[in-house]
Structures are given as C-alpha cells and as structure tokens.
C-alpha cells in the first residue's frame, strides 16, 4: 500500500507540469466566444431596430458549436501534453485553424443579361474589369455557363456568375435545376431599369428553397445621371427614394414578398447601399460564415475596416496557442523560430485583409490619381506597404523592447527545473498575443487612413 501510495505521489509530481501549463493557458486565454463581435453587434442591432468556426463540416448551414469546438481542442491539446507528444498538439491546433480558415461560402449572381452581373462580380471582387481575373462584361450576354470566380486574397469565397434567366441555354422553366441552385449559400439578384416575370419566378424559387434572395438595382450612378438632365429641380434623395419604391412594388406585383432591394453603382461601392447590402448580408448568414463573407468584403468605409479588425482579434488566441505547444517542446530555439513564421503568416493575412499590401496600394494609387508617396506618408505601422519577411518580423520584435524581453525570458525560462517548460509555454502565449494585438491596432488605423483618402470619407 505505501508502495502504491509512493507511485501515485511520483505521478503527481510528475503530471505538474502539465496541469500548470494549462492552468496559466486557460487564464490567459480570453473567452473570445462570449465576446465575439457578432455577437455584440447582433444584440445592439436587435436592441435598435426591429428588421471561430470548428473543424465540422464548413458546408453546414447551420452555425457550429464554437465553445464546445474550443473545449474539445483544448482538452486534445493537453491530452497530447500529457503524453509528452508535443508535435501531436501543435498539429491540432494547426488542423483546427486550417479548418476555420477555409469555410466555404459561394454567392451567385444572377438576373437578365446586361444588366451588369459580371461587372458587379468584379467590383465585390475588388477587381477591375480589364483585369485578367475579372468575370467577362458585355452589353450582350457573356455567361454562357455558371462560372466561379473565387476571391483573389480568399480563395474559399466565390462569386458565381449565372448565365441570364430566360436565355436559349438556360430557359425560365428548367433554371433551377441547370444552375444547381443549393450549393449556393445566398443569392443576388441584379435588376436595371426594369424587371419581368423571370426575375419573379425565379424569385420565388430561391425563397422557396430556404435561401436568401437580394435584390440589386444596379447602374444607379446611370439613372441618377439621367433624371439629373431630365428635371428641373433635381433631388437626388427623393429620385433614389422614387426608384426604390418602384423596383419594390414592381416586384410585389409579380407576386415577391417582402423583397429586400439595394440600388447599387458597380464602379461606386462607397455611395448609395452597397454597405446596407454588407450589413444585411452579414446579419443573415449562419455565425460559421459571417466571418468568412467579412474579411472578404472591398474595404469601401470605416466600418468595415473595424468588422476586419475584430474578425482578425478574434484569432489572435488561436495562433498564440499554438505558439504555445510549439514552446512547450524541449528543445531551446524551436519556439523563436517557430514564432516568426506565425508572425509572417498572420501579417501578411493582415496588410492584405485591409488593402495594405504593397499591389493594393498601388491600385489605390491609379485608382484615387493620388502619388503613392502620398498614400504611403499616412502609414505609420513598420510593415504596411511591405513585403512581410522574416528579416522584417525580426527587425519588428527587436524594436519593440518589451516583446523581445518577453522572448528572450522564454528561452531563459526552459532551464529552470520542472517549471521551466510551463513558464516558456505562458511566455510564448502573451508575446505573441501582444505583438499581434499591436500591430493589429496600427494596421486598422493605417487602413481607415487610407479609405478616408481614398473616398474622401469624413
């Protein structure tokens, strides 16, 4: 018995350095589920008006449960400590961020040819319409089949360009079923001056297969254009006001209820309601995929700089996680090194995320008929406009002197007895999160100062 008893104190003693581990872990990471910005902003949008994803199926409709998802890495993780397999747990956390980084999310475009489909793809897209990339454009119908045209920063978001309803290849009553219609997460459906029966019937099946249906009038610069030389005390509000209206009981009287419509100019994001669209897109989409449609959004205003910088938040426990495993390993140097490649991934997700990467500016740049020199005077964070390289990260750490503190105490760390290890782990986890937070508050502040130029935002 006292033989048994021995053992089972040795076991303990041995286990502690796990349990302290995970115990510094758990108190240093934040309950991000709690106070997930969607949440927070769904609730102030229910209170005003009345209108991390897990490694399970990134084709369900419905939202995952992201807390037990977090439990379950977590409990993996330190199974996988406690066995001392520390490459197994850096790969989980390495599998579960790769799992809520590639959620699909496919949007079809749809409705008559000519209308501006294709050039309204290329402008979510961020893409211009002579690009390589862009969908084809034409007064004449152009899409001859449904094509997708994936995200040029996210390439697990794809605009899918439908061919006209009604067309000789895709007559009205066999659309349905040509276009395969449930794998698209949500639909738009773009109108111009005027609207038929296809539109409505189509329309109707969308709703009528649970998906969500949005109407775009686009060519809205065009037609505020005309009424401006046809009236004599032109009102821009009230011609907008005339044309919505229009468009909602034209579809009413074709038998659409409750049609959400968004007057919508393709080579003009930031005016009218393209941000409504953003916002009412967002609202509707299962939790799993808002922040996938998020971070793929043109940046066009303040606000959606902000949804960026907290969808980006958010992460940032993910990678100092795995920061952590990879610390925990035994071996001095590992976690250094290891570091720097998170941080030259994680950043360079940031500067094209917000537009700041050297071809966005230079875009910007052609774009705005602003000299880049000019837009590259407002940046203030060390690697906006620039190639993110390790040489950079390093340069970067070094001049933040509490971050290469914190760095050069987790080496330090490893060789204190039985603690050292838990230590090294805590320590990897904090200077990642601070570097990261840090620089994340910089670069979102760069990216409002560059759509502010940019559109003359006040």
């Known amino acids: 018995m006292i033989k048994k008893s021995t053992f089972s104190n040795q076991e303990r003693f041995r286990s502690f350095p796990v349990t302290f581990t995970f115990c ?12 997930h910005p969607h949440q927070q902003r769904n609730k102030m949008s229910s209170e005003k008006s009345s209108c991390p994803p897990t490694v399970v199926s990134s084709t369900s409709s419905k939202g995952p449960d992201l807390k037990n998802a977090k439990e379950k890495v977590l409990e993996d993780i330190k199974k996988a400590i406690e066995n001392k397999d520390f490459l197994s747990a850096a790969s989980i956390t ?9 959620i699909q999310l496919n949007i079809a475009v749809t409705g008559e040819s000519g209308v501006g489909k294709s050039t309204f793809v290329n402008a979510f897209r961020g893409i211009d319409n002579r690009d390589e990339r862009a969908a084809l454009t034409g007064e004449v119908e152009t899409t001859m089949k449904p094509k997708a045209y994936p995200h040029p920063t996210y390439p697990n978001v794809a605009l899918w360009d439908l061919p006209g309803i009604g067309t000789p290849r895709f007559p009205a009553d066999q659309y349905i079923k040509l276009v395969e219609i449930e794998k698209f997460d949500f639909f738009i459906l773009v109108l111009a001056d005027r609207f038929n029966e296809n539109d409505a019937k189509l329309a109707k099946e969308i709703k009528k297969m649970g998906k969500k249906l949005y109407f775009v009038r686009s060519k809205i610069d065009n037609s505020l254009q005309a009424a401006g ?5 032109y009102d821009e509000e009230k011609t907008l006001q005339e044309i919505r209206e229009y468009c909602i009981q034209g579809l009413k009287g074709q038998g659409v209820a409750s049609p959400q419509v968004f007057l919508v100019s393709s080579f003009h994001l930031h005016l009218y309601e393209f941000r409504a669209l953003q916002d009412t897109m967002e609202r509707e989409l299962p939790s799993h995929k808002r922040d996938v449609l998020i971070l793929a959004l043109p940046n066009i205003c303040k606000s959606t700089i902000d949804k960026k910088k907290e969808v980006f938040r958010s992460k940032i426990w993910h990678y100092s996680l795995l920061s952590a495993t990879f610390a925990a390993i035994p071996i001095p140097g590992i976690s250094i090194v290891f570091d720097v490649g998170i941080l030259v991934k994680v950043l360079r997700d940031y500067l094209f995320g917000f537009g700041l990467d050297k071809g966005s500016l230079e875009k ?10 000019e837009l590259r005077a407002m940046l203030n964070c060390i690697c ?3 190639e993110v390289t390790k040489e950079l990260v390093i340069l970067m750490l ?20 039985l603690l050292g290890i838990p230590i090294a782990a805590a320590l990897s986890f904090t200077t990642i999160y601070m570097f990261l937070e840090s620089n994340l508050n910089e670069l979102s502040v760069d990216a409002e100062n560059i759509v502010t130029k940019a559109f003359a935002i006040k």
């Open 24 to 35: 510094l872990l758990e108190t240093l990471v934040p309950d991000q589920l709690s106070k």
């Open 94 to 102: 390495q599998k579960y961020l790769e799992n809520t980084n590639n």
């Open 229 to 233: 030389w046809r009236q004599k005390e």
């Open 364 to 373: 910007c740049s052609s774009a705005t008929n602003t000299p880049l020199d």
């Open 384 to 386: 906006s406009g620039k």
């Open 398 to 417: 070094k001049s933040a002197t509490l971050i290469l503190i914190s760095l050069a105490a987790e080496e330090g760390s490893r060789w204190i007895p």
